[in-house]
């Protein structure tokens, strides 16, 4: 998991945060990939395992972002009426 994370980090995917955990930016860096095309057999495996952790790692921010708006409700816009 954590050589994932780090391939995740370098790609600009996720934005590590030290004491708060691993957070998924809305939009990875415009930067071109350095990485070489993947061949074939244990580079698509490993492929196959970066994109499933990409999509769990992706659904794990949205769950978090749900969860702080439940948690951490918006404080009431300045000239409107509070509760």
């Known amino acids: 998991m954590k ?3 780090s391939v995740l980090r370098t790609e600009g995917v996720v934005i590590v ?3 708060k955990g691993v957070f998924v930016r809305d ?3 415009a930067r071109p990939s350095t990485a070489a095309p ?3 057999g244990e580079d698509d ?3 196959k395992q970066l994109t499933e952790v990409l999509a769990a790692v ?3 921010g ?3 972002a749900r969860i702080e708006r439940t ?3 918006a404080p009431p816009q300045a000239g409107q009426p509070g509760e």
């Open 3 to 5: 050589a994932a994370i």
């Open 17 to 19: 945060q030290q004491g």
């Open 27 to 29: 939009q990875p860096d």
């Open 38 to 40: 993947p061949a074939t």
């Open 45 to 47: 495996v490993t492929m």
């Open 58 to 60: 992706r659904d794990l």
């Open 62 to 64: 949205e769950r978090v």
């Open 71 to 73: 948690v951490f409700p």
